[in-house]
C-alpha cells in the first residue's frame, strides 16, 4: 500500500468555453481498508475510478456494488460512503473532486448534463487507468513541469471520461475550430459573464469593445443568434438555475446576485424562459435526491 501524501491542490483545466477545477488531495489513491469513510458529501462533483478489487458504496441512500473498471460520478450534496465490511484487500479507488465554474456557457452546461445522465459507467477498456496512475505518479515524484503535465492528464481523464458515456457531445467537442475562438465572441463573452449581475445595457457593452452600439447589437446577434437583451437574459436565467439547484440561498437573494432589477421581474422572465417558477424549478430537483 501506497502511503498517503499530505496534499491539496486545485488544477484548472479548460475544454472549448468551459472552465473547470480539479481538486486532488491525499485521497487521489486509497487502498483497501483505507477506502471505507463516514457519511459525507462535497460541494463539487466527485469522480471515483475502481482500477482492482471491489466494494460496495452507498450513494444518497442506495447501496451500489462496485468492481475493477467500474467510474462513478457523484453529484453535488449527494450524501456517499462506504463500509469496511464490503471492501476487499486489493480494492484499489482513485477520487478527484471536480468544479464547473461557469455552468452557463453551452460546454459546460453540456458536461453538467452529462454528469446528471450518467451516475455510473464501466471501462471496458481500462484506458482512464493509465491516466490516473501516471497522475499519482507525477504527483509523487513531482519533477520540474508537473504541474503542467497534471492539467493535461486531467483534460485527458475529462475528454476519455466524457467518451464513455457515449453521450451526444456535440456541444462540447465542436467542429468548428472558429466556433470558440472568434476574437469578438471572447470580447463579448468576457463583458457580459464578468458584468451580467449588474444593471448593464447595450451602451455599456458598445463602450468596452470599441464599436457603435448599432454595430456592438449587430454583433451580438451573429456571435450568438440572439439580441443583446435574450443573451444576458439567458445568462443570468443559467446562473440562476445552478444557484436554485446547488445552493440554498433564499430566491429573492438569487435574483438579486443574477442582475435582475425586482423578484418580480426575475419570476415572470423565469418562467416564460423555464416554463414553471422559480420555486418550482427547486423543488423538482430537490424531489430527486
Known sequence: MLKKLPFSMNVPVTLCDAKLVFHISEILRVCGSDCASPPHNHGDWELRYITSGTGNQVIGGEEIKTRSGDVLILAPKKTHYQTEESITNNLVQYSIRVAI??????????????????????????????????????????????????????LSILIELLRLTECDCGDIFTTDSTKYTSYWHDRLDQFMHK????????????????????????????????????????????????MLKYTKRDMEAISASCGFQSYSYFTTCFKKNVGMTPGQYRSKFKSKE
Open 101 to 154: 465554474k461557469n455552468p452557463s456557457l453551452p460546454s459546460s452546461a453540456a458536461i453538467q448534463s452529462v454528469f446528471e445522465n450518467t451516475p455510473q459507467l464501466h471501462d471496458d477498456r481500462f484506458t482512464l487507468a493509465p491516466l490516473f496512475n501516471r497522475l499519482w505518479k507525477e504527483i509523487s515524484d513531482r519533477k520540474p513541469g508537473y504541474f503542467n503535465y497534471l492539467q493535461s492528464l486531467c
Open 195 to 242: 458584468r451580467f449581475q449588474d444593471n448593464i445595457r447595450l451602451e455599456d457593452l458598445s463602450e468596452e469593445i470599441a464599436l457603435s452600439p448599432r454595430h456592438a447589437s449587430r454583433m451580438v446577434v451573429k456571435e450568438y443568434g440572439m439580441s443583446f437583451i435574450q443573451k444576458l437574459t439567458e445568462i443570468r436565467l443559467d446562473n440562476a438555475k445552478y
